[in-house]
């Protein structure tokens, strides 16, 4: 077996220089200019530098251009204090509603909002945090002033089949923006009174609100879970040289979160300028823009929780750009905007990412349970004495652009339209909640089951050469694609094509289908992947699909999410599967909920390959299947074979669903042992779900999941050898979905079943599978299923490893002991009642 210690790095000589350097990167690290003394400099932050009046401003804006930065301020305000005002009393003008869920509010934060989202396009991704609704207000309106009424028309046409546009339409009266404005506050407040005319069904809620087709992305409940994802979304952007920017909005407590510093390390990555090429080097198209409310929950960022004093410090340390970091008063919605204007002119010279401190203060609890005990009334009335609508419309009255009673008018007919808007989206009949018994509608949403050979279509893929011409599709061209001769000798692992080939093959076809495909992880690039998988891709793809991340597991993962979102198709992967604790936000939280939460808006094509391990350990060797296959939303598959690696890889890549897709550290190096006419070289796809009969047998089924397959061959030979006794293997395959039929057509042939598989026992999915043939089964079995795990300790050394990982005696003697008993057969381990219930009372 290869290990990342003992793979010689695969250097290939440069045989096809096209558009893209094929060689390995060769950065000379000079240790006569490395090891000089110097001094490192850091450029001043500007804190505060606005001084503009709006006099000043005037040629930069016109009269109408100011007049909506205040209403658009003031919209948000009122759909804040709504909120406010239904979770404080129960009623907003007089008319209960009782709104039992989430309202994070972000009342005095409306000029950072409006000014984060006034120079934005559609084409611009803005990705937010749990106190969104600003945001959310500020970019669809600024999306709403930009666009045509021909296009906007087409946009609420089309969104979920018109149903909201026709609610509006039917509603209220006035010009295609009017319109959309009202579109857009219903759309958004019907999802947060989980309406299934809200933009996500009412699936998304307060917390996750989004609408796409006005540049608003995800929000996100985990706090600093948009740090990673929204890099992502840039990097989507970079690789197919789409249009726009990103904007993550992160709170100032979530600076301190692993996915944002994971997010930043990815986003900084120094490749972009070195080594990607073309139209693809340079910097991230990303503006991380700290919402700087000076709060988390209660504890304050400056002088207790953080230690950044000023948090566009953070910046500093980053790159030598110092991320072009920057605090600005986000009291000022001019000032804002103006620190947009120059940092969109930075991306746009690709010398991104961005970093913004946007100073600013909420008067709104947290939530509205918030007793707001945590500061003082002077501090709250200090800022509100500030208050940036009040500021902003007296500049206004005093600058002559609008009068005071102009803009009383306006928020007068503001207050009118929320009203109007909130009676629809409380109105039941028009407003309804989905059934969620009915018809297993949210079931139907959690995975979308596509099929697609390529997420865009009408673009040649960017490759080094054509695939035929690549050196390890020659290399592998030359090998036995059976394990076995035909007098049924193996021929030499060097000769046999391997399950690593069988995940190459796939990837690699892929890679020249759908242009938008990347992979990236650890070692991935001049490595060929820490277990050779990927040999032989670095020379045929340019840098911006094949290349080294750094050693963030979250943000390898979250970064495929937000790249997935915006419409690519990419497969991260972890180098060891007790990585993926690393990971676990990204693989728990987020990809496994966004295609529902979305309310099937977003696809999430996501194949995350993660290697298990054996031999390093307690660190290195655990088989985690049942902790993800426990997770809705994902599917997982855990092949053994090559003939079912390359089958599912392909299905995993041509689907639409995100794909935990597990592969054994122990069995890369295996050749092709069931399927005689050998893994096809052509095309082929083994559909998620179904386990596999891998031998017929009529006296015991053993149903295996993963590399364990190996060690059930053995246990056979002895069954068969030693006891006449005939068994049948079933290989999983899958893990989500899973058709039981397979295996209860056996059970009822056998009457007996044996589970096993390398993952700890307890609390696992084999044991979830033991449950399930019990009640499916029942009638035809002679004793209850076996299931025959790990044991529940940490992975001892390789040494030790056979007293931890089912071995082929095992699964003998659990027959022997449990279901048979076996004439002569002496037991080695223990599957007796009293051990059973020993270990459970240990806890081990
Ligand atoms: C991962 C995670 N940890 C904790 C929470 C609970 N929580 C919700 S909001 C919040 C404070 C966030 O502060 P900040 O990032 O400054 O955003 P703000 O609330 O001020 O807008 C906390 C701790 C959470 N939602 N997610
Ligand atoms: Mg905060």
Wanted: hydrophobic share 35%; glycine share 10%.
């Amino acid at each position: 077996m290869i290990g990342i210690e003992s793979f010689p790095n695969p250097h290939s000589p440069l045989t096809n220089k096209k558009k893209h350097t094929t060689m390995p990167k060769a950065q000379f690290i000079d240790p006569k200019e490395k090891r000089k003394a110097k001094e490192l400099k850091f450029k001043p932050i500007p804190v505060n530098k606005y001084n503009k009046s709006i006099d000043d401003e005037r040629k930069n804006f016109s009269d109408d251009d100011l007049k909506r930065i205040y209403h658009d301020m003031a919209v948000i305000r009122e759909f804040e204090n709504m909120l406010n005002l239904i979770k404080t009393t129960g009623e907003y003008n007089g008319v209960e509603y009782n709104h039992p869920g989430p309202a994070h509010l972000s009342i005095g934060q409306e000029a950072a909002a409006v000014g984060m989202a006034y120079e934005l396009d559609t084409d611009d991704y803005i990705f937010g945090s749990h106190r969104s609704h600003g945001e959310i207000l500020a970019k669809g309106l600024s999306a709403i002033h930009k666009l045509s009424d021909k296009a906007l028309k087409e946009v609420m046409t089309e969104f979920f089949d018109g149903v909201i546009y026709d609610i509006v339409k039917k509603n209220f009266k006035g010009s295609t923006k009017e319109l959309a404005v009202k579109f857009l506050l219903y759309g958004t407040l019907a999802e947060i009174f989980a309406r299934e005319t809200g933009f996500n069904k009412g699936l998304g809620g307060s917390m996750h609100a989004f609408f796409t087709p006005f540049g608003v992305y995800p929000n996100n409940a985990i706090v600093g879970g948009s740090g990673d994802i929204a890099v992502g979304a840039a990097l989507y952007k970079k690789v197919n040289s789409k249009p726009g920017l990103v904007v993550a909005n992160i709170g100032d407590a979530s600076m301190a979160c692993g996915p944002v510093w994971e997010g930043i390390s990815f986003a900084t990555m120094d490749q972009f300028t070195t080594l990607w090429e073309g139209d693809q080097k340079g910097g991230l198209p990303l503006i991380i823009n700290i919402m700087n409310n000076q709060y988390g929950m209660g504890g304050q960022t400056c002088g207790e929780t953080m230690g950044y004093e000023i948090a566009a410090r953070i910046g500093a340390g980053v790159n030598k750009d110092q991320m072009h970091a920057e605090r600005v008063d986000g009291y000022n919605p001019l000032a804002v905007i103006d620190a947009y204007r120059r940092k969109k002119k930075v991306l746009e010279k690709k010398q991104g990412p961005v970093l913004l401190d946007v100073l600013t203060y909420r008067y709104s609890g947290h939530s509205p349970s918030d007793a707001s005990s945590y500061r003082s009334k002077e501090e709250v009335e200090a800022w509100q004495q500030q208050d940036s609508i009040v500021t902003f419309g007296e500049a206004l009255t005093k600058a002559g652009i609008a009068t005071k009673k102009e803009l009383d008018k306006m928020v007068e007919g503001i207050k009118d339209n929320t009203f109007e808007v909130f009676k629809l989206a409380i109105n039941d009949e028009i407003s309804p909640r989905m059934d969620p018994g009915k018809d297993d509608v949210i079931g139907g949403m959690m995975l979308s089951n596509g099929s697609l050979d390529t997420v865009e279509e009408d673009r040649k893929p960017d490759v080094n050469h054509p695939l035929e011409e690549n050196p390890r599709v020659k290399q592998i061209s030359k090998k036995e694609r059976y394990a076995f001769d035909k007098d049924g000798k193996p021929f030499s692992k060097m000769k046999q094509y391997q399950l690593r080939d069988g995940l190459f093959e796939a990837i690699a076809d892929r890679f020249y289908k759908d242009p938008t495909l990347i992979a990236y992880g650890e070692e991935n690039r001049d490595w060929g992947g820490a277990f050779a998988v990927y040999r032989g891709l670095t020379e045929a793809l340019p840098y911006h699909r094949l290349f080294n991340s750094p050693i963030a597991e979250g943000a390898i993962v979250g970064t495929a999410i937000g790249y997935a979102m915006c419409g690519g198709r990419v497969v991260p992967e972890i180098m060891y599967c007790d990585f993926l604790g690393r990971s676990g936000d990204e693989v728990f939280n987020q990809i496994p909920k966004w295609q529902a939460m979305s309310g099937n808006m977003i696809k999430m094509p996501v194949v995350l390959r993660v290697s298990v391990g054996s031999k390093y350990g307690a660190q290195h060797s655990q088989d985690w299947t049942s902790l993800v296959a426990h997770i809705p939303g994902l599917k997982v598959c855990f092949p053994a074979t090559p003939y079912d690696a390359k089958g599912l890889m392909n299905a995993a890549l041509q689907g639409t669903d995100p794909v935990v897709f597990f592969e054994s550290q122990r069995i890369y190096d295996i050749g092709e042992q069931f399927v005689e006419k050998g893994v096809p070289a052509e095309y082929y796809e083994i559909p998620f779900g179904e386990p596999d009969v891998k031998v017929e047998g009529e006296d015991v089924t053993i149903l295996s999941v993963g590399a364990t397959l190996y060690r059930v061959m053995d246990a056979i030979k002895t069954l068969r050898d030693d006891y006449n006794m005939s068994a049948e293997v079933i290989d999983a395959r899958s893990l989500v979905p899973f058709n039981y039929d397979k295996v209860i057509e056996s059970v009822k042939k056998t009457g007996r079943i044996v589970i096993t598989g390398d993952a700890t026992a307890r609390g696992s999915f084999l044991n979830d599978l033991a449950s399930n043939v019990t009640n499916l089964a029942f009638d035809y079995l002679d004793a209850p299923p076996v299931v025959v795990g790990s044991r529940n300790w940490i992975t001892p050394a390789h040494e030790l490893e056979n007293e931890f990982f089912p071995q082929p005696h095992w699964i003998v003697d659990a027959i022997h002991q449990r279901i048979v008993p076996l004439e002569g057969h002496v037991s080695r381990e223990e599957f007796g009642d009293s051990e059973q219930l020993r270990r459970n009372k240990m806890g081990v």
